[in-house]
Structure formats: C-alpha cells, structure tokens
C-alpha cells in the first residue's frame, strides 16, 4: 500500500484524480484538471469549491450536486463563499441516488474522503481501494463484452470476405464468360458482390484481406469491359486496380501473390493499349510487369498455371513487336519461345493458356514466313497452330478466345491460298472461318471483336467471289456486307465509313455482274449515291477521298448503262475534277475514265443520238484518256485488244496506232 502523503491537499488531488479517472477521464486530463484548480483556489476550502465548480465544467454535474450534499455540514467547506455556494436538495439527491446507485456510491465515497482526509488516510485509502476494484471489475467485463463483440464482428466479416471469394472462384471455375449470355450474367455478379461487401464492416484486421477480394472483383470488372469492346472504360479499371495493388504491395512487400498480380495487370494494360492501336505506349508496362511475374515464380507462384501466364504475357509482346514492324526480332523470339514450352511436361503444356501461348506463337512464326513468301512454310505453321487451338476446344468446347483464333487461322490460310491462285480452297477456308465468326457474334452479341471479324469476313468473301467471277455470290455477299454494317450501332466510330465503302462496293459488282438488270442498275445507283451522301455529310471522318470518286464513278458507269446520259456525264465531269492530278496512278486513272466514257458513249449511241456531236465528244474522250494512259505506263495490250466496250473502236487506224505503241 503506498505510503500516504502528510498534505492534505496532496491526498485530494489524488482522490480527485482518481475520482475522474474511473468516469473516463483520462490520465492527463486529471492533471490538467487539478492544476487548473491549483491555480485557482489557496486553500482547501477553496480547493474544494474550484474542484466542485470544476466537475460541473467538465460535464459531470449530477455527481458535483451529490458530492455538495454529502458534505454540506463538513468543516473543510466552512469557508466557502455565498457566491459558489450549491442550493442543498436532498430530495433531488435521494432520488438521483435510486437512478444511480452505483455512480452515485462512487461520489459519496469520493465526497466522504474530501472531507476526512486530513484526520483518516488509511480508512479512506480503503474506501478508494474498495471502489477502484468494483470500478475496475465493470471496465474488464465491458473491455470483455467489446473484446468479445469485436471478435465476433472480425470473425462474421472474415467469414462473409471467405463466402464472396470462394463464391467468386466458383464462378470463374463455370467458365461464364464462354457461354452464351454469360458475360451479362458474371458482370452483374460482380456489381452484386461490390454491394455485398460495401455492407461489410470495417475491420482492422481484415483490411488487406478486403482490399484483396476487391482487387479480384476490379480485374474481373475490366477484364468484362475489355470483352464487351469497352477498351477506354477496361483502362480506366486497371488504373484504379494498380493503385490498389501497389497500395498492398507497400504494406505488404513480400506478398508474392500481388506482385505477381501486379505484373500481369500491367501486362494486361499494355495489351488493351494494343487492341486501340496503342502499341507504342506499351514497352514500359511490359519492362515492370516481366520481371514481377518472373520473380513471383522463382518465389514459386503457382506452379504450371504460373509459367502458362507468363508465356501468354510474352506472345502478347512479341506480336506488339511483330506489329511494329520487327518481324526478324519477334520471329526469333517466337520461335524460342516455342521450344521452352515444348519442353515442358504434358500436364503443364497440355493447359489451355500454354497451348494458346504456344498456337499464338506459331502464328508469329506463319506470318513472318508469308512475309517472306515462303507460303509453303506459313502453312504449316499455321496448321501446328490450328491443331493447338483445336485441342483446347476439345477440353472447352465454347472456349471463346480459342475459336475466335481458330477462325482467324483460316482466315490467314485462306489469303494464303488467294495468293498462290486457288481460289476454290481460299473459298472453302472463309466459309468456315465465317461460319465460326458469325456464331460468335450471335453468341456472344456484346462481344464486339467477334461482330467486328463477321463482317470483315463478310467483306473478304465478296472479294473472293468477285475477283473469281462469281457474279452472284458476290452480289449475295456484298447485300450481306452492306446489311451488317448499316445494323451496326450507331455509337461505333467506324460504322458509318464502313457503310459507304459496303456500299460502293456493292456498286461497283453491280456494273460487273448485272449490267443488264434495270431493277439492280436502279439499286447500284442508289447505293452509289448514299455512299457519296454519307462522306459529304461527314467532313470530320478521314475520308479516302479515292473511294469517294470511285462511288461518283461507278454511279456514272450505272446511269449510263441505265440511258441516264446528262446524269451519267455529270457524274463523270466531277471525276475527272477529283482525280486532276490528285490521283495516285494516274496511269489507271485514266484507264478507268476511259471505261466511263466508253459506257457514257454506248449510253449516247442506245439513246439514237448515233454519231452526233455528244456521242463524238464521248468517242473522243475515250481516245484522250487511252493516250494519256498510255503515255504514264499503261502496258496491257490484251486489255485493250479484247475489252468489250471498245470492239467498235479497234479497226480504226488512231486505235491500231495505240496499240503498236505498246509492242
């Protein structure tokens, strides 16, 4: 027991602080507390009033009413002034007293101790010991219910944090996203467990735990963007997610889990900067996230499915280096690449990432050797990868990204095979890549990669048709194009430029492959004259303005094949505008304004205008622009010596001469 202090003064300030200390004051506002009353009052008397007046300030005035009435008749406050003197109310006491008996025992035992101080220390000392047990007794069952409260809040929010990840494991483990209406359905999971968490508590001990779970739910929110064709709203995510990652990554360093994390965000960054034609912004991301991931596996992060990660990571930067332009560099590291993962044991080669990183690879290599036009060789590769992509359908049949791979396989095969001049086998190769994409599309309807490849496709088989002479499925085809486009929405940048060009397009197979049907010539015309409307109504696109006076042209050729003569030679009068030395290859510029003239000609001659001075200006034109032709380079004499529309020319002596001057 602590010796007691012979000042009287000195035992009050202990009392007192006592006192304030079991009401929840701490330490340090004791002290201020009684050097405030110091200061004020100079003797115990007036100690005690400082005291008194002082509880009240400090919001404890019911207990300085009880402490005034239990020592009212006390000498120690004989000399209190008038002034500070509290009304006595017992009745207002005794009935406190029954609301608050214990707070009201703990100031009656302190106003007791004030009052015999000088004359009982150990007695008093006893009362206190006796009240500061009872006081500590409640505040360990109160620190023990919140303690235990607490405890129990940490272990329902750990237990709710374990639900929402193993929930989300799940679901990514169903493969969502590879089956039909399945995106809509994970990303709205996603939202609902933002919410769920957002009514979480917070807790100290889990907030790293938190933030983890909330960094899984962001990467899965701009993963889903990024499908959906929303590149700009999946970088805005992966911003927000780095942050928080490197936020973990400070409180936690050794955290092998989000370091890699980490490296493959970046690497998903800088992929998403690839697909807006952004490649160039992408060296740095993959500088930082590399060697993260490499780190992450020496450290030994997930064995197999870690390695299959980091080579899709590196295919991705080696196509950023082949779509650069470094096709001997990316070739080289495709092709080692190649062997690192060939080496590996089936089960790791056999997983889905490996065998995609190692068809992308081969991709590279079948490029690079088209490049160089060793076709034989670009085959093959391309086949090794068909035959990857193939296996990871047999194991997940709607695997999206492998089928979509798979298609664009056939795709490049089939241009293969239109540049070794087998048109049949390039035609078989687009059906199917086609058919592929077009299921795709229908799908997986907010995927716009694949709605964006079915019309390409669309595009590439008109042309295939068209260039092979197959004049109706080209017709069939090109609608088709034309369709797709004009169904597109609205809200994509590149709708309205691809319409035009679908249109002209379809123009221009009109003139070659219905130059006799009326109702089709009516429709050419139409298209042709849209197409024009939607370049001159869209100043802001860049414009090739050589499809805008090819669109002018072919409405010219189909007005004349129509009798349209005055529209048909207006027409052609603003072509030779547009293309007057502001052409390339003038030389066949002037070959097709040839063609023109020889249909406005035939136009003037069906019309019976004969050889009258409109239809001679038009044989004369045809002559004009067949010289300046051959003056700039123009060389195909079998071109000349057996197109239609110039047999009633050929036995004239000014074409004979034409033609000699190309022997």
């Given at each position: 027991?602590?010796v007691?202090?012979?000042n009287?003064e000195?035992s009050?300030d ?8 079991a ?9 201020r ?10 003797d115990?008397g007036?100690?005690l009033?400082?005291?008194l007046?002082k ?5 404890l005035?019911?207990?300085m009413e009880v402490?005034?009435?239990?020592i009212?008749?006390g ?10 003197r509290?009304?006595?109310?017992l009745?207002?006491?005794r009935?406190w007293?029954?609301a ?6 703990a100031?009656?035992?302190l106003g007791?101790?004030?009052v015999v ?5 150990g007695a008093?000392?006893?009362a ?6 009872r ?6 069952r ?10 129990e ?6 237990k ?8 989300l ?7 969502l996203?590879?089956t ?6 994970r990303?709205?999971?996603v939202e609902?467990?933002?919410?769920l968490?957002e009514?979480?508590?917070?807790v100290?001990?889990?907030?790293h735990?938190?933030?983890v779970?909330?960094c899984?739910?962001l990467r899965?929110?701009?993963d ?5 064709g929303d590149?700009?709203?999946?970088l ?8 928080r990652?490197?936020e ?6 050794d955290d092998?889990?989000?370091?890699a ?5 970046l690497?998903?960054?800088?992929a998403?900067?690839?697909?807006l ?11 930082e ?6 780190g992450?596996l020496?450290e030994?992060?997930?064995?197999g499915i ?6 899709m990571?590196r295919?991705h930067r080696i ?6 332009g470094?096709?001997?560099e990316?070739?080289?590291?495709a ?8 080496a590996?044991?089936d089960?790791?080669r056999s ?16 490029q ?8 034989e ?8 990868g068909?035959?990857?992509l193939?296996?990871v359908?047999?194991?997940r049949?709607r695997?999206?990204?492998?089928t979509?791979?798979l298609?664009e396989t056939?795709?490049r ?14 035609s078989?190769l687009l059906e199917?890549c086609s ?5 795709l599309?229908?799908l ?5 990669e ?11 088989r008109a ?5 092979s002479g ?12 034309v369709e797709n486009?004009?169904t597109?929405p609205?809200?994509?940048p590149?709708?309205l ?5 679908a ?8 003139t070659l ?5 009326e109702?089709r ?9 849209e197409a024009?409307?939607i370049f001159d109504?869209?100043p ?5 303005r ?20 005055d529209?048909?030679?207006s027409d052609l ?12 290859n ?5 070959r097709?304004?040839?063609d023109?003239?020889c249909?406005l000609?035939a136009?003037?001659?069906?019309k019976?205008a004969g050889?009258?001075?409109t ?6 034109q ?6 300046r032709?051959?003056?700039r380079?123009?060389a195909d004499?079998?071109?000349?010596s057996?197109?239609?529309g110039?047999?009633a020319?050929?036995t ?7 033609l000699?001057?190309l022997e």
């Amino acid at each position: 027991m602590p010796v007691p202090d012979s000042n009287p003064e000195t035992s009050l300030d202990r009392l007192v602080c006592q006192y304030l200390e079991a009401h929840g004051r701490s330490v340090d506002e004791a002290r201020r507390f009684l050097e405030d009353h110091r200061r004020e009052a100079s003797d115990q008397g007036r100690a005690l009033e400082s005291i008194l007046q002082k509880l009240s300030e400090v919001g404890l005035p019911r207990e300085m009413e009880v402490l005034r009435g239990s020592i009212a008749g006390g000498s120690s406050i004989e000399r209190r002034s008038a002034r500070v003197r509290a009304p006595g109310s017992l009745e207002q006491a005794r009935r406190w007293f029954r609301a608050h008996p214990a707070r009201a025992t703990a100031a009656v035992t302190l106003g007791i101790a004030l009052v015999v101080a000088p004359a009982s220390y150990g007695a008093l000392q006893q009362a206190r010991a006796r009240e500061t047990g009872r006081l500590n007794v409640e505040l360990k069952r109160s620190l023990a219910a919140a303690a235990a409260a607490e405890e129990e809040a940490t272990v329902a929010a750990e237990k709710a944090l374990e639900a929402i990840e193993s929930q989300l494991r799940r679901v990514a483990k169903l493969g969502l996203e590879d089956t039909p209406g399945g995106i809509e359905i994970r990303r709205q999971l996603v939202e609902d467990a933002f919410q769920l968490i957002e009514e979480i508590p917070t807790v100290p001990r889990l907030v790293h735990a938190r933030s983890v779970v909330e960094c899984s739910l962001l990467r899965t929110r701009g993963d889903l963007l990024r499908t959906m064709g929303d590149e700009t709203g999946a970088l805005e995510v992966y911003r927000r997610l780095e942050k928080r990652l490197r936020e973990n990554l400070l409180a936690r360093p050794d955290d092998v889990g989000t370091r890699a994390e980490l490296g493959t965000l970046l690497a998903q960054r800088a992929a998403t900067l690839s697909d807006l034609g952004r490649a160039t912004e992408t060296a740095a991301l993959y500088d930082e996230g590399l060697p993260l991931i490499e780190g992450a596996l020496r450290e030994g992060w997930r064995p197999g499915i870690g390695d299959a990660t980091h080579a899709m990571v590196r295919v991705h930067r080696i196509l950023d280096a082949f779509d650069a332009g470094q096709i001997v560099e990316a070739e080289a590291q495709a092709h080692g690449l190649i062997a690192e993962i060939e080496a590996w044991p089936d089960e790791v080669r056999s997983l889905p990432n490996a065998r995609m990183a190692l068809a992308e690879s081969y991709r590279v290599t079948a490029q690079a050797a088209a490049s160089r036009r060793a076709f034989e060789q670009a085959i093959q590769a391309e086949e090794r990868g068909a035959e990857l992509l193939e296996a990871v359908l047999k194991v997940r049949p709607r695997h999206r990204r492998a089928t979509y791979r798979l298609a664009e396989t056939w795709r490049r095969q089939a241009l293969d095979w239109m540049q070794r001049g087998d048109s049949r086998t390039a035609s078989a190769l687009l059906e199917r890549c086609s058919a592929s994409y077009r299921e795709l599309s229908e799908l997986y309807p907010e995927w716009r990669e694949a709605t964006l490849a079915a019309g390409n496709i669309l595009a590439l088989r008109a042309q295939l048709a068209s260039t092979s002479g197959d004049g109706e499925k080209a017709l069939e085809l090109t609608a088709q194009v034309v369709e797709n486009w004009r169904t597109r929405p609205e809200s994509d940048p590149l709708r309205l430029a691809g319409l035009a060009m679908a249109l002209g397009n379809a123009a221009n197979n009109v003139t070659l492959f219905a130059p006799e049907d009326e109702e089709r010539l009516r429709e050419g015309v139409a298209m042709a004259t849209e197409a024009m409307a939607i370049f001159d109504d869209s100043p802001s696109q860049e414009i090739d303005r050589t499809a805008y006076w090819m669109f002018c042209y072919n409405r010219s050729v189909l007005r004349s094949k129509l009798g349209e003569v005055d529209g048909a030679r207006s027409d052609l009068e603003e072509v030779m505008r547009l293309t007057e030395g502001n052409a390339a290859n003038q030389a066949m510029v002037q070959r097709y304004l040839a063609d023109a003239w020889c249909e406005l000609y035939a136009g003037y001659r069906s019309k019976g205008a004969g050889e009258t001075d409109t239809a001679a200006f038009a044989k004369e034109q045809i002559y004009v622009h067949l010289e300046r032709a051959v003056a700039r380079g123009y060389a195909d004499k079998n071109d000349l010596s057996t197109h239609e529309g110039l047999a009633a020319m050929r036995t004239e002596a000014r074409f004979q001469a034409l033609l000699a001057g190309l022997e």
